[in-house]
């Protein structure tokens, strides 16, 4: 376009606008994101149609894996891992606690 040659350096130095050393990017541990995933889909399921259970109990398992391999590998998610260790442990918590009223009044109607 206009015919100019980009700029020369001096030898080994480089671009001195780029940044001096390059970070690995790390990503988000996907067993991490299937911990939320899987604790937050157990929740209405478990209030609604009693098989949430099995979701909020593999949020939780999940979530343990994952908070373990993050820090083996250095990843990101370990919020997201927390928060479906601890949505899938409340979840199943009220499940226990709905079974429980509910054998409670059936009981009481006899």
Known sequence: MGGYP???YPQGYGDPYAAP???PQSHTNGLAIGSLVASVVGVP???FCFIGGIGSIAGIVLGII???QIKERGEQGRGMAIAGIAVG???VVLFIILVAI???LRAANY
């Open 45 to 47: 399921f478990g209030l």
């Open 6 to 8: 980009p700029p020369q």
């Open 102 to 104: 509910g054998v409670g």
């Open 89 to 91: 442990a409340a979840s």
């Open 66 to 68: 994952a908070l373990n």
């Open 21 to 23: 050393y390059a970070t």
